[in-house]
């Protein structure tokens, strides 16, 4: 089952903050998340165990609530380098397997 | 050094035709993946593989088949193409578990016409 994303379009002047959220039906071991340029591949951000676990990365940082099977990533004072495609991936405890989110495009305008 | 290339970066072809993309990793990884990527950027599993399972996502039609010659490689298959089959291809790999990241190919845009 996909995670679903909130809100699909995000647009922002920079300097401004975002928040997405990442909703999954099912329960989770660990949420990623994932950044994709427009013509590139998804890259890498940050990963989040169960416990209620926050990371950090650059001024993006995340939270996961294992018990809601929610994560946020929360997107402080945007640079235009943040304009991009994001996307939750979830792990669930019975499979290895990475699916992602639906994905919310993100435009950061000076 | 390309931690994962894919080849090739674009593809058009025909309906009917088969075609394969490649993928190949040298960062050790032993779980390897293939996502869908539609017009609308959803990122959809495919496939995942270790050494030990293949992992097919039960929608995909088995007009796709994944064929991996050793941990480094996973190519896919895909047999009489149809005009839905246009999209994104990406190849990822990670350790196995469930607390690693997965790094991505540049993607082959496949196009049938």
């Known amino acids: 089952q996909q995670p679903v994303q909130s809100p699909q379009a995000v647009i922002l002047r920079e300097g401004e903050d975002a928040v997405i959220n990442c909703s999954s039906s099912?329960?989770?071991?660990?949420v990623h998340w994932y950044r994709q340029k427009h013509g590139e591949a998804p890259v890498f951000l940050m990963i989040?165990?169960?416990?209620?676990e926050q990371k950090g990365h650059e001024k993006i940082s995340a939270s996961f609530n294992e018990k809601k099977q929610q994560s946020s990533l929360y997107l402080t004072a945007s640079q235009l380098s943040y304009s991009g495609t994001y996307f939750c991936?979830?792990?669930?405890?019975?499979?290895?397997?990475?699916?992602f989110g639906t994905g919310t495009r993100l435009q950061v305008f000076p | 050094d390309t931690a994962v290339s894919q080849t090739p970066k674009y593809l058009v072809t025909q309906m009917g035709n088969d075609k394969s993309i490649k993928c190949e990793q040298n960062?050790?990884?032993?779980?390897m993946y293939w996502y869908k990527q539609d017009s609308k950027k959803f990122l959809k599993i495919m496939f995942s593989?270790?050494?030990?399972?293949?992992?097919i996502n039960e929608t995909v039609p088995n007009r796709f088949s994944p064929k991996s010659p050793d941990k480094a490689h996973l190519n896919l298959h895909i047999n009489s193409l149809e005009l839905g089959d246009s999209a994104v291809y990406f190849c990822?790999?990670?350790?196995?578990?469930?607390?690693?990241?997965?790094?991505f190919g540049q993607g082959t845009r496949l196009t049938v016409v």
């Open positions: 990822a790999s990670s350790h196995l578990g469930q607390v690693h990241e997965a790094f």
């Open positions: 099912k329960a989770l071991y660990s």
């Open positions: 989040l165990l169960k416990g209620g």
């Open positions: 991936g979830t792990e669930g405890g019975d499979t290895d397997k990475l699916i």
């Open positions: 960062l050790g990884h032993d779980t």
């Open positions: 593989y270790n050494n030990k399972e293949l992992i």
